[in-house]
């Protein structure tokens, strides 16, 4: 407890004192950032549309494109949007499937 107090003492005296906080405070910001990342990350939706990326954990149709929504780590067609459990080529169009990532 005793050392918190200190540490947060000398980050008064930091953030009240010279021009050397500028360095400090990016340093935070890209903590934070990297917080938010890894969050985004944990909450990757199951489903996405292929077209505008939009996602969701339920399976269903892009409300933008009324499109078919690609199980992440499925594959799609970029031609016709059919998904394919497995890479491969598009059985309708013959072009090469792309990861849903
Ligand atoms: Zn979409
Ligand atoms: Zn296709």
Redesign the pocket.
Known sequence: MKSLWIAFSVATLISTGCGQNADKSAENTKVNQLTEQQQVQTKTPKYKCPECGYGSDTTGDCPKDKISLVKVGWYY??????CYPAAGK??????ELKKME
């Open positions: 067609c970029p031609e016709c949007y059919m598009c059985k309708m169009c013959g072009v």
